[in-house]
Each structure stands twice: as C-alpha cells, then as structure tokens.
C-alpha cells in the first residue's frame, strides 16, 4: 500500500483557516469514505479528530472539519488557536482489497 | 473507555528480534481489533498491522509481512508485535492502538497506547 499524499506544511494566522488535503489512487482508497485523521503534538501520541471522512469524537471542537471531492479527502480547520499547531495526518481504508490501512505522510501546521 | 499500556523501550542488535507487549484494560478486551503503527523519529505514521481478538486472526502489510508477528494472550488481555531481522532503520516509536468501534477491522484509531521506542544500533 502507497502512503497517501498531503501537503508537508501548511500555515495560518490565528483566526483563519488552513485546509489540509489527502489525496490516494483508487487503489489507496477504499470507497473514499473510511478515512480518519489525527493531530500529533510534539512527543505525544496520535489523536483521533475526524472519522468516516467527517464525523467529530466526543470532545474534538467543531472547528475541526472534514470533506470528500473526487479522490481527494480534505481537513479544515477554521478559527485557528496556537494549540492547533501540529502534525496532522490521514488515514484510510486500504483499496485492492487488503484488509489493511494506509497514513498519508502528515502535514506541519504552523500557527503564524 | 479503555486503555492501552505499553512495554518500555528497547535497544536492540542489528539481526536481533524485539517483542513489544501492549496490555489493555477498561474494555471487552475481544471486542476490538488492535492494530500496530510506527513511527521512525521526525517521520509519519505507519500502518504494521491487525489482530483480531476474538478470532485471533491477523492481517498485515505487505511491507512487514516476512519479518512480523502480531498475537495476544486473551488471559491477560495482552497483545504483542514481534519484529525480526531488525535493521537500523526499524528504530522507531511502535503504538498499539484500538479501534473507535467494536468488531471491525476498520481503523479508526482513537485509544492509543504510549508507545514503546525500539532502538537498533550496533
């Protein structure tokens, strides 16, 4: 399985907005709709923000929000705060019927 | 809610095998897929591979098929990854991670554990 494909960085002033793209082959993505993302802090683990490419957790702000066009999956997140700086990565359903999962490679985001 | 605590770390051989264990708690332990990422320093995220505790039936990448094992011991609702032939490129942070629903191998990965960091050197 090919890793999917993010921007490596992204950034924004506090208040803005920085949307975030995911994009796969159809053998990376399976139905274009099992996909997840998660924001990594510096030395912690992963957190789950957005499942089935636009559902929030419990407790993730609607600030965080998620959409699918084409092939490509997309993470906005609007009404930036320092503390949203962080690596932020994709994840899907493996496509060709593998069974497995795939992580795009991440993205920086800076809060100028 | 669940919980996922892992082994410590590990300094390992070039050619050595590491067992990593990964015990959880607060939950049907059968109930939920666990599924294995690392993470090499400053680099993403990397998907390893699947068991299934009910069935113990595991799934993995094709990339670690040769060289990984995935098993549990459901008794002590512990799960373990075990990777041989290691290289120094296989230094890394490795999570053990269960899934947001129950039954599906689908990853939606919201309880992780601390991670275990795994170093091969000579």
């Known amino acids: 399985q090919s890793a999917l494909t993010q921007p490596p960085s992204a950034s924004g002033s506090p208040g803005q907005s920085v949307t975030i793209s995911c994009t796969g082959g159809n053998s990376d993505f399976a139905g274009y709709k099992f996909v997840s993302w998660y924001q990594q802090h510096p030395g912690k683990a992963p957190k789950l923000i957005l499942f089935d490419v636009s559902k929030r957790p419990s407790g993730v702000p609607d600030r965080f929000s998620g959409s699918q066009s084409g092939n490509t999956v997309s993470l906005t997140v609007s009404g930036l705060q320092a503390e949203d700086e962080a690596d932020y990565f994709c994840c899907s359903l493996a496509g060709g019927n593998t069974f497995g999962m795939v992580f795009g490679g991440g993205t920086k985001v800076t809060v100028l | 809610q669940g919980q996922l605590v892992q082994s410590g770390a590990e300094v390992k051989k070039p050619g050595a095998s590491v067992k990593v264990a990964c015990k959880a708690s607060?939950?049907?332990?059968?109930?939920?897929?666990i599924h294995w990422v690392r993470q090499a320093p400053g680099l993403g995220l990397e998907w390893m591979g699947w068991i299934n505790p009910k069935a113990g039936n595991t799934n993995y990448a094709q990339k670690f098929q040769d060289r990984v094992t995935i098993n549990m011991d459901t008794s002590i609702s512990t799960v373990y990854l075990e990777v041989s032939s290691l290289r120094s490129d296989d230094t890394a942070v490795f999570y053990c991670v269960r899934n947001l629903y129950p039954g599906t191998y689908v990853g939606y990965f919201q309880n992780w554990g601390q991670g275990t960091l795994v170093t091969v050197s000579s």
């Open positions: 607060g939950y049907s332990f059968i109930d939920y897929y």
